[in-house]
């Protein structure tokens, strides 16, 4: 109580600025808070404090997102980035709802219980808190009320700017590791993601060109960069195939999410406005703040959906593959996926001994899972995914693949 009374002053002159005018009930769920945008700022305001708090309980950088993903234009919401570019610990998600839902007068108070919960020294000096935002015109201003709290719990802060929520994030894991999972920079996450994509594109077959929904969001001004980054690494890759990216829905007309993005592709099954589909082209679409894909084409008449379950079936068969061409055993495997991914999904991947297991929807719940084996492939239907390998697992897998490339002939890493 004595350590906080030192910060009350400051919550004291900032909070009237940021008074919370609804009797209203805020939750954090999967996505962290989402609302319309002008119910928000006494939300912001807290969670600039609880960022704070999170900062100096772990002693690392953590990361801000400002967003509302696929929702309107005239939504936003917030999520906190824990230090491995993780989302927010499950634990700390009841400090954010009791926080945010607390009495302007009790705002002090519920910060010193999750001080005294959580044991956090407030003397520690936390490094920045990182900010990125999406290209919702509410973002600004709610990042100023974000702002507001970091700064009443005197911590410092960069402002990032407009980033997709996956940049964010990997720029917050990149941090913590001392750069040796990448450069904590936008073309530090552009030149990581490029380099891969053009390895595994090498003596992929013919030119090709993906035609790209940018749901009118924060993902279609940063192809641009991620085309450049291709083209640098590109360079340096053996028999790599030419790919070309043409995007449409890029924010010069239309409105974030309005008849476009991921949402808008999976739920109705159909094409995004602003594109008139041919046979043998490729397209995907992005969502609002490109954290998710989904993948499409043309199958006669019809609207032919690649979703997150196809994707998690391909991502792991090649895992497979990979692992059995390498004679890599004794390693746990799991597809980790929702109760409404499809059943003939699931299906094939039991039809090939690989395990799934299902688990409640929302990115957390898969995270939590993929946790529990050695590789992990996790997936939503809706197009939210990610791939997790144990670091003592990738670095073997790296040394085998170095070690079988010098005597393979038409393997899959093979580049002759």
């Known amino acids: 109580r004595f350590e906080m009374e030192r910060f009350a002053k400051g919550i004291a002159l900032a909070a009237p600025h ?7 009930h805020f939750d954090y769920g999967t996505a962290g808070f989402r609302d319309k945008a002008r119910n928000l700022d006494s939300v912001m305001f807290r969670m600039g404090l609880l960022a704070a708090l999170r900062a100096k309980s772990t002693k690392k950088e ?23 570019g993780e989302m927010l610990a499950m634990e700390w998600e009841s400090h954010a709802r009791n926080l945010a839902n607390a009495k302007d007068d009790s705002i002090v108070g519920e910060l010193a219980k999750i001080v005294e919960k959580e044991s956090i020294d407030l003397n520690f000096d936390p490094p920045k808190i990182r900010i990125g935002m999406d290209t919702r015109p509410s973002s600004p201003e709610l990042s100023k009320a974000l702002q507001d709290g970091i700064l009443a719990l005197q911590c410092q802060f960069e402002n990032l700017g407009e980033m997709a929520t996956p940049q964010v994030h990997f720029i917050v894991r990149c941090l ?15 030149k990581k993601l490029a380099k891969a994509f053009c390895s595994l594109n090498q003596s992929a077959g013919p030119d090709s060109i993906l035609y790209v929904d940018g749901a009118n969001g924060v993902g279609a001004k940063k192809l641009p960069l991620f085309q450049t980054s291709i083209a640098e690494a590109s360079a340096e890759v053996p028999n790599f195939s030419k790919f070309d990216i043409v995007a449409f829905n890029d924010g010069t007309q239309g409105k974030l999410n309005e008849r476009c993005g991921a949402d808008y592709v999976k739920t109705g099954q159909c094409p ?16 609002g703040d490109a954290d998710r894909i989904l993948f499409f084409f043309q199958n006669q008449k019809s609207c032919q959906i690649l979703d997150g379950d ?6 792991t068969d090649y895992i497979h593959e990979m692992l059995t061409y390498l004679e890599i055993e004794g390693l746990s495997i799991a597809a980790v996926m929702t109760g409404y991914s499809n059943g003939n999904a699931v299906n094939y991947l039991k039809k090939k001994n690989i395990r799934v ?22 997936y939503e239907a809706n197009g939210h995914g990610n791939m997790v390998v144990r670091e003592e697992v990738e670095r073997k897998i790296e040394m085998m693949a170095q070690e079988k490339e010098k005597y393979c002939r038409g393997g899959p890493f093979c580049t002759e």
């Open 310 to 315: 196809r994707i998690a079936c391909l991502l």
């Open 272 to 287: 995004p406005e602003g594109i008139v589909m041919e046979p043998g082209k490729r397209y995907c679409s992005f969502d």
């Open 357 to 378: 297991e299902i688990v409640p929807t929302g990115v957390k719940h898969l995270k939590k899972k993929c946790t529990e084996f050695d590789v992990a492939i996790a």
């Open 176 to 190: 913590n590791t001392n750069c040796l999972y990448g450069q904590p920079t936008e073309s530090g996450y552009f």
């Open 62 to 84: 953590v990361g801000v997102v400002i967003t509302a993903s696929h929702n309107p234009v005239e939504d936003n919401g917030v999520k906190l980035i824990d230090p491995m």
């Open 18 to 24: 940021h008074p919370k005018k609804l009797d209203k």
